[in-house]
């Protein structure tokens, strides 16, 4: 059965087709609406590799050439569009509607607009690529699969905030979590490699990519997570502060002119890694810190500690660890950072074999005593909406 995943961002659109749970083809509309927009289109059983340049006034528009591609008599993989039986769609705020990925009815929609104000960023780009694809592949199943499901598990003391309920009630404010597709996918891959059944591992899993996040699974489930209401809250990222003081918004607009919805950009915005060196490439940030860079050994040392803070306090909920989880971009390739997040975690049990950690050939980079095993584990979200739209629709 053919599934296509889509991603939609408000300039962009990531595509994939699977057959079952192998991918057939892959790629990217972006700078849609632009004066010059690009596709790219990949698909590796034929060697074809293409980059086309061309106005894409609109997400159908982009989505149509997609599909026209898709149709190629030489380039394609399809024979018509019904092929297609499934979309899966990323959805980054689910609310507490939904802890489970669900088939798209008006009832399904509906409550993914009002979950709007709370992801305002994503939400409507998301919903764009529903409607999208509901025209173009009106004969599949249209699927939601929620960055925010897999944390709905998250017990009452966990997601509430100490302000009053009627915060909750009234407006929804809670902890939601998000980068819930990526830490299940990565928590069933480590399961397998640790030959328990999930339900049965304790595990931390770290989202290091340009937006991060940590996770405290307990019996399989999802217990605490680093993100809050919104992707701003936990570990420092490319552009995001991570955890302040909430008070400092206040401070910022009295005292430099700006608004609040100012002061809210540069934290989401100009802040984390790019606050603190002016670069985002966490690869160059690396090399700048080797290069004896000040403002970059800074920086990686603030990431490392506030990732360790972070194991610390999930390693006080979990119970007896099996396993930290590194993964997405950072994660998987920079042994740099995991070499100095574990770095005097040897007390609680976690040892890493810095020949493993550096060579990165296996999953698995604890020393042979470590009684914490340390796991390199690769996400794949797109694979793991792929299943779960798979699963829903068969």
Do not use: W
Not at 99 to 108: E, L, M, N, Q, Y
Not at 304 to 328: E, S
Request: charged fraction near 20%; include cysteine.
């Amino acid at each position: 059965m053919k599934i296509l995943v889509l991603n939609a961002g408000s300039s962009s659109l990531k595509y994939q087709v699977f057959e079952d749970e192998t991918m057939l083809a892959h790629g990217m509309v972006e700078q849609i609406g632009e004066p010059l927009g690009d596709l790219i289109y990949e698909y590796p059983a034929k060697n074809i590799n293409l980059k086309i340049q061309e106005v894409i006034s609109d997400h159908k528009e982009g989505l149509e050439q997609v599909l026209a591609l898709l149709l190629d008599p030489e380039k394609g993989l399809l024979s018509e569009p019904s092929e297609i039986k499934a979309v899966g769609h990323r959805v980054v705020h689910g609310g507490t509607q939904f802890s489970t990925p669900v088939i798209i009815d008006s009832k399904a929609l509906q409550a993914i607009k009002d979950c709007v104000p709370l992801a305002p960023l994503h939400n409507p780009a998301n919903i764009l690529g529903i409607e999208t694809a509901t025209q173009v592949f009106n004969q599949a199943k249209q699927v939601a699969v929620f960055d925010t499901a897999f944390h709905q598990t998250l017990p009452e003391h966990s997601y509430l905030y100490a302000l009053d309920p009627s915060y909750f009630k009234d407006y929804g404010v809670r902890r939601y979590g998000f980068h819930g597709t990526s830490h299940k996918y990565v928590a069933l891959r480590a399961a397998e490699q640790l030959l328990k059944p999930l339900e049965q591992c304790n595990l931390i899993t770290l989202h290091l990519g340009n937006g991060a996040s940590a996770c405290a699974i307990k019996n399989g489930v999802s217990v605490d997570t680093s993100m809050g209401l919104t992707p701003l809250e936990g570990l420092i990222m490319g552009t995001r502060s991570g955890d302040l003081d909430p008070a400092i918004l206040g401070f910022l607009v009295e005292h430099t002119g700006k608004s609040l919805d100012q002061v809210e950009k540069v934290l989401n915005k100009a802040s984390g890694l790019k606050g603190l060196t002016g670069k985002v490439d966490f690869r160059e940030i690396c090399e700048d810190a080797i290069a004896g860079n000040e403002a970059a050994k800074l920086a990686l040392d603030m990431t490392a500690y506030r990732i360790k803070k972070y194991i610390g306090a999930y390693l006080a909920i979990t119970g007896p660890l099996d396993a930290i989880i590194f993964t997405a971009g950072i994660g998987e390739h920079s042994s740099q950072l995991r070499a100095e997040v574990c770095k005097g975690l040897e007390h609680l049990g976690l040892e890493l074999d810095l020949t493993k950690n550096q060579n990165s050939s296996g999953p698995e980079i604890s020393s042979d005593g470590s009684k914490i095993k340390i796991l390199v584990v690769p996400t794949n979200e797109e694979l793991q909406i792929a299943r779960e739209a798979l699963a829903l629709v068969k």
